[in-house]
């Protein structure tokens, strides 16, 4: 019972917290990747509240990897030394820092291809390395979310 969705993950590019470039969707590690984006930093509480599930899912299905991906503006670009430095120095797990890939962009690109109203909240998404979206959900982790989440994975495995 997978759900594909209109909008397809765009192509960006970034840079996990270990340094190695990443072009997504095509490198992501695993046919199958659960990416929770944020916008602020005040979001990482939201995505906190998935990881046990997402940490589960992963070691439940090996196809399966997943990711935060934070989306800061591209005007920010020169000061992404201190921005990425501060990230790492409150991330001290060497696998928190390569599933953590930073984007500088034009936010409004990826928001437009996510479909995306604004940046308030999070947006946790179920893709493969084409872009195509066969999950998504908005906010914390909720039951019923987390439900459709497993459910969708069992169905694609």
Known sequence: MSIRTEARFPP????TLTGRT??????????????????????QADIDSWLPVASDIEASYPDVRYYEVPVIS???????????GGMRAGIPDT???????????????VRRALDI??????????????????WRAVGPRDDD?????????????
């Open 74 to 84: 591209r005007l920010y670009a020169a000061a992404r030394p201190v921005i990425d």
């Open 12 to 15: 960006i590019t970034g840079e």
């Open 117 to 134: 109203e604004d940046e308030s909240e999070i947006h946790a998404f179920l893709v493969d390395r084409d872009g195509v979206i066969y």
């Open 95 to 109: 696998d928190t820092r390569e599933r953590t890939v930073t984007v500088y962009t034009d936010k409004r690109i």
């Open 145 to 157: 979310a987390a439900a459709h989440l497993e459910e969708i994975v069992e169905s694609l495995s």
């Open 22 to 43: 990443l072009q997504l969707p095509d490198e992501f590690e695993e046919p199958l990747n659960l990416v929770f984006v944020a916008f602020r930093r005040t979001q």
